[in-house]
């Protein structure tokens, strides 16, 4: 069995459910020095998985200290164990020139903006959040669309007249991703429906 490992940028991504890893998945979350508390319901999450879990507080401050923590534990993983396959949870695009390269050498590498995106299926068709923001989008001339991300979250959470919380409109672009109904090059959104 193909051993899976998560690595999580805490100071980037804040909304975790580890209900969705699998049996054969290791996860290490890496928190800033500046983070002082984590959520209860996360902690929670985490001791259930026991020994397949560890925190990483990274050491130091500037703006790309944990990053760089992360590109290098991923190093020192995979040298040891080149079969593993290693997902990094961010937003962070900076990790992509990364991963390709290490794709390229033969790794499996991937960077994913949301745990929905390791299993879309999973996720109930019925959201009706979801539902109206897609038909709406789908009205919406292909180039009158919005083409950065900021300014999709902004239009998705203008639909709703800004009544729904910005997890809702985050989890709502997160399943447009996870879907493959949207996708981002070069920080431009393209829209595959």
Request: with cysteine.
């Amino acid at each position: 069995m193909e051993q899976k490992l998560l690595l999580v940028d805490f100071e980037n991504v804040q909304q975790i459910d580890l209900s969705q890893i699998e049996e054969d998945s290791n996860v290490i979350i890496f928190v800033g020095s500046s983070q002082k508390a984590i959520p209860i319901d996360l902690v929670t999450s985490a001791q259930k998985l026991g020994s397949r879990i560890e925190w990483e507080r990274v050491d130091g401050n500037g703006s790309n200290a944990l990053d760089f923590h992360i590109a290098c534990r991923l190093g020192r993983i995979l040298e040891k164990s080149p079969r593993v396959h290693c997902t990094v949870l961010s937003k962070d695009k900076g990790f992509d020139p990364l991963l390709r390269h290490l794709n390229r050498v033969g790794l499996k590498c991937k960077r994913i903006n949301s745990l929905i995106e390791l299993d879309p299926k999973s996720t109930p068709n019925d959201d009706p959040n979801y539902n109206r923001a897609f038909e709406i989008l789908g009205k919406i001339d292909k180039k009158k669309r919005p083409r950065k991300l900021k300014t999709l979250t902004v239009h998705i959470s203008s639909i709703f007249q800004k009544k729904i919380s910005s997890a809702d409109v985050d989890r709502i672009v997160n399943l447009l991703f996870a879907r493959k109904m949207i996708s981002e090059t070069k920080e431009i959104i393209s829209y595959n429906f």
